[in-house]
């Protein structure tokens, strides 16, 4: 046996930890050490990153990144499960890896407590298998998707706004990039903040499980993932509607850049 081989081994309490998972027949004792060896960036540890964070550690992610140049505020509780009374002023990095260690101490953390800029972006996201957005910034975004192409690597895309809420999969083989569906960023005199428009808190925590959802899916490789479709929620009806969306060979983001398959 290899020594990369036996560190996707499981221990006795690793086997109890993850037994639910062991016996679905889309994950088995294979979509595990998948998931064990997988790498995944989190960009942003606030109300989306909070249940991406803490699914995918649950789930045995065994690297994840966070991103985050923030300190946890008393405005973040109603929705950033994450953190707690406790982290008040605190590096929401520095909280957030406290509360996965203690959530699952197999998984390895590494924490960026810093913007994820021109400057730095790269380095942060290089040698990671999927980049993970849960920002709540447009230019940041549009960064993501610029590394994602770049690094030829997927990126699971989530957004909020009061109680609606979309995600998707971009920068794939198959599907289109963020700036094929979103060409360019809106006037920012056009964005209203979350302090000024309001968030229901549930919502990035639904949107967010989604992200983890397909995150995972995308890893172990079952199911049908959002590629090529932006699944869009409105929570004041309680409805979810499913849009195609197609790659833009126009694009001057990735119409004629090829992607890495996961």
Request: a negative charge; charged letters at 20%; aromatic letters at 8%.
């Amino acid at each position: 046996m290899t020594p990369q081989q036996e560190a996707l081994e499981f221990t006795k309490d690793q086997v109890e930890r993850y037994s639910r998972h062991l016996v679905l027949p889309q994950i088995g004792v294979s979509g595990q050490q998948e998931l064990k060896a997988a790498r995944i960036l989190i960009v942003g540890t606030g109300g989306l990153g909070s249940p991406i964070s803490l699914y995918l550690a649950g789930a045995g992610v065994g690297q994840l990144g966070l991103v985050d140049s923030d300190t946890v505020s008393l405005s973040n509780l109603q929705r950033q499960i994450l953190h707690g009374t406790g982290s008040l002023g605190q590096p929401k990095v520095e909280s957030a890896k406290n509360r996965l260690a203690d959530f699952n101490p197999d998984i390895h953390v590494e924490v960026y407590n810093e913007s994820f800029a021109s400057e730095s972006a790269e380095r942060i996201a290089d040698g990671y298998d999927l980049i993970i957005d849960g920002t709540d910034n447009f230019p940041t975004r549009y960064l993501i998707n610029e590394i994602a192409l770049k690094l030829g690597i997927p990126f699971v895309y989530g957004a909020v706004f009061r109680m609606e809420g979309q995600s998707s999969i971009f920068c794939t083989d198959e599907g289109p990039c963020y700036r094929c569906v979103f060409p360019t960023p809106p006037a920012p005199e056009t964005v209203m903040p979350c302090s000024e428009a309001g968030v229901l808190g549930v919502v990035p925590g639904l949107i967010g499980i989604i992200q983890a959802t397909e995150a995972i899916k995308w890893i172990v490789g079952f199911g049908s993932p959002l590629t090529g479709r932006l699944l869009v929620y409105d929570g004041a009806s309680m409805r979810f509607d499913d849009i195609r969306i197609e790659r833009d060979p126009h694009c001057p983001a990735c119409g004629s850049l090829q992607h890495a398959s996961p």
